[in-house]
């Protein structure tokens, strides 16, 4: 994605389900636990780097000694700086016990993070600020075991304030600016009260169905219990993706399923998607179940994770991806004119690669046809030259941008920032002729700041005659408020295009009926019944949007024409059809929240107020 927006966070698991000494028989190393710990946080990095953190509940400990520890470290090296404190343990204990390595339960003793029942996180920040207090896992301690909890995720909520209210609760700041703040006092209140049927032993499924019935929002959150219950849960929309692994060692549950399949070394059909609503909770004594904790809504997992936020390593999505591509395919075709042979096309940034195959396996089938009619029609007439010729035409792809990883902009005037933000990328001169039209796709346009600023300047330097940037996914026209950073109505090109049209067609008083309506609404508590925003583009079509975005994002010192082209709804469903999420496309929100943070999000527009609509 050409624009930086941040993203979901990613989730790590491991129940081990033998004891210590066990994995040092069979691997070689009482370290199995925190090694694929480590493994499956490193695979999932693309999915947090403003921080990480580690909690371990210890089985069977001694009263009086430490069962629960945490380290959370904030950054874009936490997780090789976590695992290097964890070193460091193994080093220190080895400088007064060389043999130590030998023996699990001594490891286990001495070491904080030698534990059975582990949680990993990875952070990008969507609420509160970057430092290590916002790092998950939370922990809630408490004299009793049973009441001490530890709890990561990837999430976000749109009723924080109310759970707050409900509780009765007036968190510190780190508390109250965290969605895990609110999920985790709601969760442990109901945890305080639960019922022990015997000594540590509690009814975790009557505990989630109590907590979670007043969330609204998207989730996959894993909780520790200081006794060794543990579980791992995901929203009854099934917004935030959730994968799970058992065998008779472990139970794994993680954010992305190669994760999984890679740290583990475990077929495809092995690892499963966790059902909407569904727990999987694993007890002390290491019995497994997976229940259903609220009864699932309509599906409608999130389309971002197949279009842009998971890695395309995972077999669906990479399919997705080319599909994607593919669709987009008759689109340049026609904006094109069908004129192949003066087109170069390309991708940025490098997320976009496995739409880029997809677009010109689209563009070859295309080509293909047009060989095949030519020579049908022409057999009998065509020379061997012109047979020749017609059967070694193909698509011109070339890499035109390289991304150099060494440049920063570090300048923060702005006339200088932008000049510099142009040379974040290398491109390759000579690869563009007089007359052609270069085609470069992203898989997504935001904000189009970064396309306006840097990237259409710099591929004008190549001399091209026209400039045809095609998104792989459909114009981002509302907020999102379960899990990614994009709350602000007037970030969005798309909101900004369909703004100046209503202005151009003498029609900007809507904008003010508009804000009456949710003001209306909203003295009411009745905000989140009726998308209002809808209707800012309800005059306009898709192709008048991206006709205007093209023209405010084109520099006024670019030479090339500059057209941008989106995915149309239909295309996004053919490609993701099981991943039906598209409330950022379409307005859509799978529940009531959704609404309301989309309409005061666009009060906050009206009233040029700053920060997210929830």
Same mark, same amino acid.
């Given at each position: 994605m050409s624009d930086a927006i941040r993203h979901e966070c990613g989730l790590a698991y491991i129940r081990l389900l033998k004891p210590l000494a066990y994995y040092h028989r /069979?691997?070689? &190393?009482? @370290?199995?636990g925190l090694n694929k710990l480590y493994l499956l946080m490193e695979k999932q990095h693309n999915r947090g780097q403003d921080g990480a953190g580690i909690a371990t509940?210890? $089985?069977?400990?001694?009263? !009086?000694?430490? @069962?629960?520890?945490r380290l959370r470290i904030s950054g874009p090296q936490a997780i090789a700086q976590i695992f290097q404190n964890v070193q460091q343990e193994v080093s220190d204990l080895e400088k007064m016990y060389p043999e130590i390595r030998q023996y699990p339960g001594l490891l286990k003793g001495y070491m904080r993070f030698m534990g059975e029942v582990l949680q990993g996180h990875l952070r990008y920040g969507t609420q509160g600020r970057n430092n290590v207090e916002f790092c998950h896992p939370f922990i809630k301690a408490h004299i009793n075991p049973t009441r001490n909890l530890a709890m990561a995720g990837n999430f976000n909520l749109v009723n924080t304030d109310e759970l707050f209210a409900m509780l009765q609760e007036h968190p510190s700041t780190t508390m109250r600016e965290s969605d895990l703040g609110a999920m985790i006092e709601t969760i442990h209140y109901y945890l305080s009260m639960a019922d022990e049927t015997e000594p540590g032993n509690l009814n975790i499924?009557?505990?989630?169905?109590?907590?979670t019935s007043h969330f609204d929002g998207g989730y996959h959150f894993s909780g520790l219990v200081g006794n060794g219950d543990s579980f791992v849960m995901r929203d009854p929309n099934g917004i935030r993706p959730a994968y799970y692994y058992v065998s008779d060692e472990v139970i794994v549950a993680a954010s992305e399923r190669p994760a999984i399949m890679t740290a583990f070394n475990v077929p495809l %059909?092995?690892? /499963?998607? $966790?059902?909407? =609503?569904h727990a999987i909770i694993t007890k002390a004594n290491g019995t497994f179940s997976n229940v259903e904790i609220l009864p699932p809504r309509e599906f409608k997992a999130c389309s971002f994770e197949r279009i842009y936020f998971s890695r395309g390593s995972d077999a669906d999505i990479y399919h997705e991806r080319m599909q994607l591509g593919r669709n987009l395919a008759e689109t340049v075709l026609d904006v094109l004119g069908h004129d192949l042979k003066h087109t170069i096309v390309s991708f940025i940034p490098n997320t976009a690669e496995i739409a880029f195959y997809g677009l010109i396996k689209g563009l070859e089938d295309y080509l293909k046809d047009v060989v095949l009619k030519r020579i049908l029609t022409r057999r009998n007439e065509m020379t061997e030259e012109e047979m020749k010729e017609l059967l070694s035409r193909r698509v011109r792809i070339e890499k035109i941008a390289i991304k150099d990883v060494k440049m920063r902009t570090f300048i923060t005037e702005d006339a200088s920032r932008n000049e510099m933000?142009?040379?974040?990328? %290398?491109? &390759?001169? =000579? &690869?563009? /002729?007089? =007359? %052609? #039209? $270069?085609v470069v796709i992203d898989d997504s346009i935001v904000r189009g #700041? #970064? $396309? *306006?600023?840097?990237i259409i300047k710099m591929l004008d330097r190549l001399g091209p005659k026209r400039i045809i940037v095609v998104s792989s996914a459909p114009q981002i026209r509302y907020p999102d408020c379960y899990g990614i950073d994009m709350s602000r109505m007037g970030d969005f090109i798309a909101f900004q295009a369909a703004v100046a049209l209503l202005k151009d067609n003498g029609n900007e008083g809507k904008l003010k009926k508009i804000y009456d309506k949710c003001a209306a609404a909203q003295a009411q508590n009745k905000l989140n019944e009726e998308n209002f925003v809808k209707a800012v583009y309800s005059d306009f079509t898709a192709e008048q949007i991206s006709k205007k975005i093209s023209q405010m994002l084109r520099p006024d010192d670019v030479s090339a024409e500059v057209d941008i082209i989106y995915q149309s709804l239909e295309g996004l469903y053919d490609a993701c059809p099981?991943?039906?999420g598209d409330w950022y496309f379409t307005g859509n929100y799978p529940t009531? !929240? !959704?609404? *309301?943070?989309?309409n005061r999000a666009f009060m906050n527009y009206m009233e040029q107020k700053e920060g997210r609509g929830y």
């Amino acid at each position: 994605m050409s624009d930086a927006i941040r993203h979901e966070c990613g989730l790590a698991y491991i129940r081990l389900l033998k004891p210590l000494a066990y994995y040092h028989r /069979k691997y070689g &190393t009482a @370290f199995y636990g925190l090694n694929k710990l480590y493994l499956l946080m490193e695979k999932q990095h693309n999915r947090g780097q403003d921080g990480a953190g580690i909690a371990t509940v210890k $089985l069977n400990v001694e009263p !009086g000694h430490q @069962f629960m520890h945490r380290l959370r470290i904030s950054g874009p090296q936490a997780i090789a700086q976590i695992f290097q404190n964890v070193q460091q343990e193994v080093s220190d204990l080895e400088k007064m016990y060389p043999e130590i390595r030998q023996y699990p339960g001594l490891l286990k003793g001495y070491m904080r993070f030698m534990g059975e029942v582990l949680q990993g996180h990875l952070r990008y920040g969507t609420q509160g600020r970057n430092n290590v207090e916002f790092c998950h896992p939370f922990i809630k301690a408490h004299i009793n075991p049973t009441r001490n909890l530890a709890m990561a995720g990837n999430f976000n909520l749109v009723n924080t304030d109310e759970l707050f209210a409900m509780l009765q609760e007036h968190p510190s700041t780190t508390m109250r600016e965290s969605d895990l703040g609110a999920m985790i006092e709601t969760i442990h209140y109901y945890l305080s009260m639960a019922d022990e049927t015997e000594p540590g032993n509690l009814n975790i499924e009557g505990v989630l169905k109590q907590a979670t019935s007043h969330f609204d929002g998207g989730y996959h959150f894993s909780g520790l219990v200081g006794n060794g219950d543990s579980f791992v849960m995901r929203d009854p929309n099934g917004i935030r993706p959730a994968y799970y692994y058992v065998s008779d060692e472990v139970i794994v549950a993680a954010s992305e399923r190669p994760a999984i399949m890679t740290a583990f070394n475990v077929p495809l %059909d092995e690892v /499963k998607e $966790l059902e909407p =609503g569904h727990a999987i909770i694993t007890k002390a004594n290491g019995t497994f179940s997976n229940v259903e904790i609220l009864p699932p809504r309509e599906f409608k997992a999130c389309s971002f994770e197949r279009i842009y936020f998971s890695r395309g390593s995972d077999a669906d999505i990479y399919h997705e991806r080319m599909q994607l591509g593919r669709n987009l395919a008759e689109t340049v075709l026609d904006v094109l004119g069908h004129d192949l042979k003066h087109t170069i096309v390309s991708f940025i940034p490098n997320t976009a690669e496995i739409a880029f195959y997809g677009l010109i396996k689209g563009l070859e089938d295309y080509l293909k046809d047009v060989v095949l009619k030519r020579i049908l029609t022409r057999r009998n007439e065509m020379t061997e030259e012109e047979m020749k010729e017609l059967l070694s035409r193909r698509v011109r792809i070339e890499k035109i941008a390289i991304k150099d990883v060494k440049m920063r902009t570090f300048i923060t005037e702005d006339a200088s920032r932008n000049e510099m933000v142009q040379h974040v990328y %290398d491109i &390759t001169y =000579g &690869t563009v /002729k007089a =007359g %052609d #039209t $270069l085609v470069v796709i992203d898989d997504s346009i935001v904000r189009g #700041t #970064t $396309l *306006r600023q840097s990237i259409i300047k710099m591929l004008d330097r190549l001399g091209p005659k026209r400039i045809i940037v095609v998104s792989s996914a459909p114009q981002i026209r509302y907020p999102d408020c379960y899990g990614i950073d994009m709350s602000r109505m007037g970030d969005f090109i798309a909101f900004q295009a369909a703004v100046a049209l209503l202005k151009d067609n003498g029609n900007e008083g809507k904008l003010k009926k508009i804000y009456d309506k949710c003001a209306a609404a909203q003295a009411q508590n009745k905000l989140n019944e009726e998308n209002f925003v809808k209707a800012v583009y309800s005059d306009f079509t898709a192709e008048q949007i991206s006709k205007k975005i093209s023209q405010m994002l084109r520099p006024d010192d670019v030479s090339a024409e500059v057209d941008i082209i989106y995915q149309s709804l239909e295309g996004l469903y053919d490609a993701c059809p099981n991943n039906k999420g598209d409330w950022y496309f379409t307005g859509n929100y799978p529940t009531p !929240g !959704g609404n *309301r943070v989309a309409n005061r999000a666009f009060m906050n527009y009206m009233e040029q107020k700053e920060g997210r609509g929830y």
